[in-house]
């Protein structure tokens, strides 16, 4: 279980870190939001790692259950606004990308700034 | 068992992660985000995590893909420079790893019940649940009650991102906006021409549809409620576009009933909160709208649902369209 | 009225909030200003209503949906949120009383309703962090404001609004994204959200690594979203491009409710708890703020843009404001919360007065400027006295702040002597950039460009000057008349610092 735990966390840093990268590295816009989705959902399996209980089942709490072992609802109802941020903010900047191409013919950084800059 | 399948499934996941960045074909990273979004969502429903698992099935990889190939339909699928600083980024990235490990020790075991998350708060919402709100899902209860202001808030973050894709897309264009001839690809939109998936799609929208009343209206009892079921019958609407055609699903739902959708979800969740001043207490104090608080709750919980799911499908629907409809222009 | 005082936290937030998704349905289309600005007007009055409150002594306090804390969602307002709400709905109403005239131009009619339907929705996003008690309420509340400042600076005219708004989306995700890891990690040490359950579980735990990535990650994402040195690269072009009512508002405020989040959070949350964590924040910030006075003030020496100019000053000012929060003394944070709310009213008079200024001159850059005080003799006056509070000349709000920051500094011994020299070299460089403005407007010879081909340039509308005077007027009144901003600062930081070991 221990090492589980820590190959969950490692996936969680290795997601995070690549779509950090692909944010900060990438030239193409639409590339750094998916990248920036792709950071947002290694935060989500940071979460819901943490809201598990070994042997638990989902908090739903039916009659009947003997002694029940519950996951922690919190985090899940924290990941469940998260996820709909992450959608949000997405919609948002593929909105942004589109203007940016259709005002400069291009959604690649660094053609954008050469433009700027004539 | 589970255990060995959780990490081929987190396996596949940093594999997945791993061909999105390298892959310069946009289409490519965008399917494989689709991809990835199914694997984590497995992934959730492993770790207990029902409701979070239908979410990210039906934004990440239902909407967010179609958004994704809306969106390249409209700039242009291949990335011409791949990396800029590779290096430099590279070390920013790694330093940052570093830290991030750094967390490593001294972190609860994994599973652990007696980890200190799992004190305090979060068995206090297992425990009064049945008691003051009598519902069996209990992420219902802490999402639309106990954190009922966290909710509304959400409403507002997509509320706000539709009025911003809308207020963007409103915009004339002027300057650079004509697209070269051949680079336009109807790939991500349209599947008019194609026989199987369109009588596939036909079959499967009012069962979409369907499902998704259901999964609104059965939120209190097992996984779901508002988001997700506005994120199914929103995709089920984006799937009838796909299959008979932007103009004849804007027929059937016209954009002045989204914007009616997308406010009147919104309002009517500020509504509610307000009813809880105007009856004697708190905002968003569900528990006098009816004689007896229990059922207040849950009358309260029903009507946010509500409000949420209304929300949710205007607006997802709505950004849709407004991508759809600059294709088109 | 009684009735509802207590409700006051939540209208704060409710009202622009509900208000927004009206603006939509709001028929005909011109009413949209008229309502989004009684909007701003009715949180302005809540904001001074509980100001007063929180001048008697008051702490309002609110449990959503009548769960107590920690299991529901808190709001607190004291002296320090109080002070942040008079700056925040205080900007928002005079920008959107002074900005009609600007807007028209820039934002088509048929869209306006969605663009003061965004600005609503930045409004109640920054009041509902400044209300919060609750980690992630304030998450949630960061993301309103920030998608809905996105959508404002994005309205910009010009092309290069776009790509100024995705680096300012790009940066603010992460910033956001960061500091939901680290309320994360916190959480799971402590099993809790609310700020002040926070900092009473987080003693058994408080030394444990995961604890310490968490504050690193919450400073870091914060300080992303406050424009805090190096991290400002999104600032300088989200201002200038973005449209002038809209620079005026967030030039006034949107930096400062980060900087409030970061202060909030270091000094009550972890500071206490921290071994050396107040060392170790102390000797971050300091440094940074230093560079951040030194580099916003050397490039806005060179910077021909007003805007853009204007922009980079207020790197330098977020500077000033961390300088004081970083010398961890009651002095050193209350001069630091008094420059917030100076700061606000100097960068807002000037930010007013570059909008007039655009409604007859359509290029900003310095060298187009020449002669246009004549042609606009009440716009550019106004811009002078707004400047000389920027400064820090006696007689204006600014002056007061930084002799505060002075004094304060002055306590430390000789690393305050160095801090002062910092302090005196920014601020005579301000008297560089303000005098560059002052000298191209007045003393240059007029320019025949096409803007003004037969010197027919009139002075801005009245009602925009109007407000404009009002704004420089209350950087004189500021500046003479201390009590209030310096009353509610100098409480703001005796709490802050209380939470120190």
Known sequence: MELLGLYHYWVFVVLLMTGFYAVVAKVNLIKKLIGVSLFQSAVFLLYITMSKVSGGTAPIVLPGMVDPLYSNPLPQVLILTAIVVGISTTALGLGIAVRIKEEYGTTEEHEIQEIDRR | MTAVFSIFLLTLLVITALGIVRTRNLFVAVMLLGIFSLLIAINFFILDAADVALTEAAVGAGISTVLFLGALALTSERERLGTRHRWLSLAVVASATLVVLYATFDKPRFGDPNAPVHQHVAPWYLEKTPEYIDIPNVVTAVLGSFRGYDTLGEVFVVFTAGIGVLFLLSARRHGAAHRPPGERDPSGIGLREHVIPRVVGRLLVPFILLFGLYVQFHGEYGPGGGFQAGALIAAAFILYALVEGEDRTLAAVPQSWLNALMVGGALLYGAVGLAGIALGSNFLDYSVLAANPVAGQQLGIILIEAGVGMTVTGTLLSIFHAFAARDRA | ?501
């Open chain 3, 1 to 501: 009225m009684t009735g509802l005082n207590a409700h006051l936290p939540a209208l704060q937030v409710v009202v622009p909030l509900l208000i927004a998704p009206l603006l939509i349905l709001l028929r005909p289309r011109g009413l949209a200003w008229a309502a989004a600005t009684a909007a701003s007007a009715m949180a302005f009055a809540i904001a001074v209503q509980m100001t007063v409150g929180v001048l008697d002594g008051q702490e309002y306090r609110y449990a959503l949906g009548g769960w107590s804390a920690p299991y529901g969602i808190e709001l607190l307002v004291d002296s320090f949120s109080a002070l942040l709400l008079l700056i925040v709905t205080g900007a928002s109403t005079l920008a959107l009383l002074a900005g009609k005239a600007s807007l028209d131009s820039e934002i088509e009619p048929r869209r306006q309703p969605l663009f003061y339907s965004a600005w609503l929705l930045a409004l109640a996003g920054l009041a509902g962090i400044l209300v919060a008690a609750d980690a992630f309420n304030i998450f949630v509340f960061m993301e309103i404001s920030s998608l809905a400042s996105y959508v404002l600076v994005a309205g910009g005219p010009d092309r290069r609004a776009l790509p100024a708004v995705f680096k300012y989306l790009l940066m603010g995700t992460i910033g956001a994204t960061f500091y939901l890891i680290g309320v994360g990690l916190v959480y799971m040490m402590t099993g809790t959200l609310n700020l002040a359950d926070m900092e009473l579980r987080i003693h058994e735990v408080a030394d444990q690594k995961p604890i310490l990535v968490a504050a690193g990650f919450i400073t870091v994402g914060l300080a992303l979203k406050a424009a805090v040195f190096p991290l400002h690269v999104w600032l300088p072009n989200a201002y200038t491009y973005a449209p002038h009512a809209v620079s005026a508002f967030f030039a006034a405020c949107a930096t400062k409710v980060a900087l409030y989040v970061l202060l909030r959070f270091d000094f009550v949350v972890f500071q206490q708890n921290l071994t050396g964590h107040e060392e170790q924040f102390a000797a971050y910030l300091m440094p940074l703020a230093v560079l951040a006075i030194l580099f916003g003030s050397a490039v806005a020496l060179f910077e021909s843009n007003l805007k853009r100019l204007l922009a980079y000053s207020s790197v330098a000012q977020i500077g000033y404001i961390l300088l004081g929060a970083s010398l961890l003394s009651i002095g050193g944070v209350s001069a630091s919360l008094l420059h917030m709310f100076n700061h606000a009213l100097a960068k807002g008079a000037l930010f007013l007065a570059v909008m007039a200024i655009a409604t007859r001159y359509s290029q900003l850059d310095l060298q187009h400027l020449a002669g246009a005080a004549k042609r606009m003799p009440w716009t550019f006056s106004a811009l002078v006295v707004a400047g000389l509070s920027l400064i820090g000349v006696p007689g204006t709000a600014g002056f007061i702040s930084k002799w505060y920051l002075v004094a304060a500094a002055l306590e430390e011994g000789v690393l305050g002597m160095a801090l002062v020299a910092v302090i005196v070299v920014g601020s005579l460089m301000a008297v560089v950039y303000i005098w560059r403005i002052v000298e191209a407007a007045w003393f240059a010879p007029a320019d025949k460009s096409a803007d003004d081909p037969g010197g027919s340039v009139r002075e801005a509308p009245a009602a925009m000057l109007a407000i404009l005077w009002l704004a420089a007027l209350a950087n004189v009144y500021f500046g003479i008349a201390t009590g209030l901003p310096r009353e509610l600062a100098t409480a703001a930081a005796i709490s802050l610092m209380g939470h120190l070991p």
